[in-house]
């Protein structure tokens, strides 16, 4: 079993800058795929970005060219850098972790229980 827990999350201005933290234990994900997905209020959850167990990342649009993805398998731990902050990326910022090199959320099995970020403008 896997356990993700998030931190980094917080209050920031529009062009300011947070990094996440998404920490494993239970079990070292070097094997794993892994994910950043965030949800907006009354929203569904966004792909964000992923890394794959060989250091492959994939972003989405939205967020290509201001965030990046990476990981340390040395302290079973993935990062976002997120820069240029928009008011529009507030949201729960969660990740998440697997075997299937993929999109969709619901592949995932294992999931972090998420941290706020909040853009003020």
């Known amino acids: 079993q896997v356990q993700l827990t998030e931190s980094g999350g917080g209050l920031v201005q529009t062009g300011g800058s947070l990094r996440l933290s998404c920490a494993a234990s239970?079990?070292?994900?070097?094997?794993?795929?892994m994910a950043w997905y965030r949800q907006a209020p009354g929203k569904q959850r966004e792909f964000i970005a992923r890394?794959?167990?060989?250091?492959?990342?994939y972003y989405a649009d939205s967020v290509k060219g201001r965030f990046t993805i990476s990981r340390d398998n040395g302290l079973n731990t993935m990062y976002l850098q997120m820069n240029s902050l928009k008011p529009e990326d507030t949201a729960v910022y969660y990740c998440?972790?697997?075997?299937?090199?993929?999109?969709?959320?619901?592949?995932?099995?294992?999931w972090g229980q998420g941290t706020q970020v909040t853009v003020s403008s």
């Open positions: 890394v794959a167990s060989d250091g492959v990342t």
């Open positions: 998440a972790a697997g075997r299937s090199v993929t999109f969709s959320p619901i592949t995932y099995p294992y």
């Open positions: 239970g079990r070292t994900v070097s094997a794993y795929a």
